[in-house]
């Protein structure tokens, strides 16, 4: 099993930026699928980027294609979400989840990933 712990969200002006990480325990990260999903108030869940085990494979959800970037350390068992042009409808909370077990034709489905942090809220003003 793995705790995932996300930081580095917070108030931002729109164009600005912010780097999130999620640092994970209790297993060596390299074994996971890893992935970031944000929640808007009032929305759903929605995928914003994954990342293969090591790093060799990533996808981005067409809002942040450009501006978003997932990388992950599996030596500093994190990985990491840069976003750069932050627009007001990038607020929301943003979580990391990890499967050992998904398949990549389904990572944007929220179902198929076992664990998940409790989020950070990122919040971007206009």
């Known amino acids: 099993q793995v705790q995932l712990v996300e930081s580095g969200g917070g108030l931002v002006q729109a164009g600005g930026s912010l780097r999130l990480s999620c640092a994970a325990s209790?297993?060596?990260?390299?074994?996971?699928?890893m992935v970031w999903f944000r929640q808007a108030p009032g929305k759903e869940r929605e995928f914003v980027a994954a990342i293969s085990q090591y790093g060799s494979i990533t996808d981005y959800a067409d809002s942040a294609k450009g501006r978003f970037t997932i990388s992950r350390d599996n030596a500093k068992n994190t990985v990491y979400l840069q976003m750069n042009s932050l627009k007001p409808e990038d607020t929301g909370v943003y979580y990391c989840a990890a499967s050992g077990a998904v398949i990549w034709s389904d990572i944007r489905t929220t179902s198929r990933w076992n664990y998940w942090g409790k989020g950070t809220l990122v919040t971007v003003s206009s």
């Open positions: 209790g297993r060596t990260l390299s074994s996971y699928l």
